[in-house]
């Protein structure tokens, strides 16, 4: 989430009814970068497929 919107939800009065809005905005727009990045780190990052085998 970029700077400028925290700076602005951080602005607003606890009383104003588009806090709640915009807060539930930037938590999609969060959810959205995390989505895209969990799909890329996926793709690099991926684990080696081990066996399990006895003792």
């Known amino acids: 989430m970029n700077q400028?919107?925290?700076e602005e939800f951080q602005?607003?009065?606890h009383e104003?009814?588009?806090r709640p809005k915009?807060?539930?905005r930037g938590i999609?727009?969060?959810l959205n970068e995390?989505?895209?990045a969990h799909v890329l780190r996926k793709l690099l990052n991926r684990k080696p497929k081990i066996e399990p085998s006895s003792w």
Do not use: N, P, T
């Open 4 to 6: 400028a919107f925290i």
């Open 11 to 13: 602005r607003m009065s």
């Open 16 to 18: 104003d009814e588009m």
């Open 22 to 24: 915009v807060l539930i």
């Open 28 to 30: 999609k727009q969060i």
């Open 34 to 36: 995390k989505k895209k």
